[in-house]
């Protein structure tokens, strides 16, 4: 799968190993409270897992993972670079995501998001999943509620 972005041709494929250090820049970047390397490398070739990383001319620029358990699955983890987003890459992440756990049976999918973040919100909403419910504290930097989300994946 490949789009024109800008200059640079965009592919969506599995993560291996060698990504994983760009991976943890972006998750330390974006986030207040990354996830590290090595929890990233703990999901590569999961046959439980969906790790996709989004790549360009220069390099990795987004990831996606999701836990497949049956016919549950939860969106662990999905983040772009502070540079491409706003440009539909996180929809497309989240979409192929969203196929890849139907292709392993997954059924429908649950996640969390911080209650202030208003775009991932939105972007989440734009595909589908609702809000079912909160957990209160669930953030630690700073401490903020999350909304659980889910859709169907049909």
Known sequence: MAT???QNALTIRAATE????????I???????PWSRRSFSALV????????????????????????SGAECELANLAVTRLMQRQGLGARLLAESMDRARERGGREMFLEVRASNAAAIQLYSSAGF?????RVRYYARPIEDAIVMKAALQ
């Not at 609702?130 to 909160?134: E, F, T």
């Open 4 to 6: 024109r972005t800008r």
């Open 18 to 25: 060698r990504d994983l250090e760009e991976v943890a820049t």
């Open 27 to 33: 998750e330390r970047s974006v986030f207040n409270d």
């Open 45 to 68: 070739g999961e046959g439980h897992v969906v790790f996709l990383v989004a790549t360009s001319d220069n390099g990795v620029v987004g990831y996606a993972i999701v836990i497949v």
């Open 130 to 134: 609702q809000a079912v419910g909160r």
